[in-house]
Nanobody
């Protein structure tokens, strides 16, 4: 079945950059919207950015102008380029993809999460 594997998290100083990647694999017929969410300890999970199959993008107000989401459909991969990082960006970042396998309907799949820590 489908798996999403994330990479690119780590520790960075405020003002620095990180690039997250998420690769989908398995019995995939097509992938519709892909996105990134994050969750800090004691906080609700929130949408960071998403991107449609036609590459239309949507960003949380808190990351507009700093983060860029993109995708490579040939590689079933979504990226999140994070620039000008702030301590408040510290969280576990999760990849999500709406994927069609066998059948008529798409279902949401989640990655395992990757830790991003921004020091001040």
């Amino acid at each position: 079945q489908v798996q999403l594997v994330e990479s690119g998290g780590g520790l960075v100083q405020a003002g620095g950059s990180l690039r997250l990647s998420c690769v989908a694999s398995g019995s995939i017929l097509s992938i519709n919207t892909m996105g990134w969410y994050r969750q800090a300890p004691g906080k609700q999970r929130e949408l960071v950015a998403d991107i449609t199959s036609g590459s239309s993008t949507n960003y949380a107000d808190s990351v507009k102008g700093r983060f860029t989401i993109s995708r490579d459909n040939a590689k079933n991969t979504v990226y999140l380029q994070m620039n000008s990082l702030k301590p408040e960006d510290t969280a576990v970042y999760y990849c999500k993809a709406n994927i069609l396998t066998k059948g008529l309907f798409t279902y949401p799949y989640w990655g395992q999460g990757t830790q991003v820590t921004v020091s001040s």
